[in-house]
């Protein structure tokens, strides 16, 4: 037997043309040597009867019998145990499922797969290239990547790129319709670390750049759109009534906006009902305290035997009376924060030196306790009385005073601000309509009113008597004769602008109006104002019914 038949690795016999000579098994067969003399009668009869395949069992082993064709010399079989075909031939199936499988997958991922060999052809592509690049299969399976650059389908080839550069590669491309693709590239090198293979993902990314572009337009509208309501909620839900139309509020508010942002103390100075609480919380939303808290404290309301605890706290036991578990000061509730102190010339002389000290050390000692507890807030305070009078009668500590009065705001009177009124009365209108569910609205003549009056309890009196009149007028259109008495008496003498016909002419509308909305009835007019009912009827139908 030749070197060749020896070292191969399968059973296999050689049989002599020549009976004289014995059958040869190479080292392969040695296994069978039990049955070799069986195994050299049945060769012998494939021969014989020309037979090239056979499966035949030998004790316990069922073998497979090829007979290869044969020179002048000898002929050549190969046998192996029937199991080992079944084995290999499952192996295979295995191997051709999987690769179906992968097909499968690979088909159905909506990145597209490209696979080139070492030099830049492409061996295989899945069907979503077609889709992605506008191209068949058949027509660039087994093209360059390089020609189908220069073609233009796609560019630049990132698979190129790859190849002379030897490492992945991610980058955008573009394909001949101009949409962009995002394109992974990775090499397969061999043992000696030559690429061998190239495969690269594409993923169609143009619709999610122009969402991404849309997305950052939106960003830039909601950004814009959110300060733009951050500031109308500042401005209008937060503070209701801040209405600034007058050339006076409008310097007002340049202030604010200068020195909310510092943390100098601030004293607002003006008549009660001019909105100085909603100053102060204005100013702590504009400044770098906007988070923190912010506690008002009213001098004015808190008795005066109550005001140290309050203001200062005190500790469990301190005195007869006090809460067992002890109580947190008004003052470090405000840390980090702004403390607000509203009709601060009601605060006692013995409680303004303590104060006094706090502004300075920005340290309390609850009412007793002992430990030194750190407050870090900003002061803002406000009153209705002017605090240098109060010095010179030696009610108010000086010291305390200059202390108080780095920045001061004097926030005007609604007769000062007569450009505001009818746009308050508006607001203040919309609100109670919208809080109550109506529709109420002003006659002209309401609104003469409003504007003749003189407002001594400033905003707070015109909302309160919108509110009023909102919830109390037989009709939804708000007239004269709804108002208080005094503010109709005040309406008609304060009007200087009228001839004398004219206010004769008001005058007379106001009294049939009124005895109208008294008696309902043309003879009740008649006979509440001494005219005869015809003259009633004509008053009216001129005055009212007009």
Known sequence: MNKFLEEARIP??????????????????????????????TFKSMITDKTDVLLKRFISEELFLFHFSSNTEFEIFIFFNSAYIDQSVLEMDIIKSARNEMDVILNSIHDDILITNGE??????????????????????????????????????????????????????????????????????GQDEKIIKVISFSRDI????????????????VKKYSAEIENLRINQIKFPGLVVNSKIMEDVMSTVDKVSGFDANIVLEGESGVGKTMFAKLIHSKSLRSQGPFIEINC???????????????????????????????????????????????????????????????????????????????????TNKNLKDL???????????????????????????????????????????????????????AIDCFMNYKWPGNIRELENLIERMVLTSEDNRIVLTDFPESFRHINY??????????????????????AYKKHKTTVGVAKELGISQPTAVRKIKKHISN
């Open 120 to 189: 830049g052809l492409i061996t295989k592509v899945y069907p979503s290239f077609e889709i992605m690049y506008n191209v068949k299969k058949e027509n660039v399976e087994g093209k360059s990547i390089y020609e189908l650059e220069k073609e233009g389908v796609f560019n630049p080839s990132i698979t190129a790129l790859v190849l002379k550069q030897k490492q992945q590669i991610t980058r955008m491309q573009q394909n001949n319709e101009g949409r962009k693709i995002i394109v992974t590239a990775v090499p397969i090198k």
């Open 391 to 445: 010095v010179a009668e030696q009610l108010f500590r000086e010291d305390l005073y200059y202390r108080l009065n780095v920045i001061y705001i004097k926030i005007p009177s609604l007769r000062d601000r007569k450009d505001d009124i009818f746009n308050l009365a508006i607001y203040f209108l919309n609100y109670f309509n919208n809080k109550y569910h109506l529709e109420k609205s002003f006659s002209t003549e």
């Open 300 to 382: 004015g309301s808190i008795p005066a035997n109550l005001m140290e605890s309050e203001l200062f706290g005190y500790e469990k036991g301190a005195f007869t009376g006090a809460n067992v578990n002890g109580k947190i000061g008004l003052i470090q509730l405000a840390d980090k924060g702004t403390l607000f102190f509203d009709e601060i010339g009601e605060l006692p002389l013995d409680l303004q030196t303590k104060l006094l000290k706090v502004i300075q050390d920005k340290k309390i000692i609850r009412i007793g306790g002992t430990k030194v507890i750190n407050v870090d807030f900003r002061l803002i305070t406000a």
């Open 206 to 221: 143009t619709e999610f750049l122009n969402l991404k572009e849309q997305y950052d337009l939106l960003d830039e509208k």
């Open 493 to 514: 003498l304060s009007n200087r602008f009228t001839t004398l016909d004219e206010a004769i002419e008001q005058f007379e509308k106001h009294l049939v109006t009124e």
């Open 12 to 41: 296999i016999c050689t049989l002599s043309l020549k009976s004289s000579q014995k059958p040869e098994f190479n080292y392969a067969a040695q296994p069978f040597l039990a049955i070799q003399a069986e195994l050299t009668k």
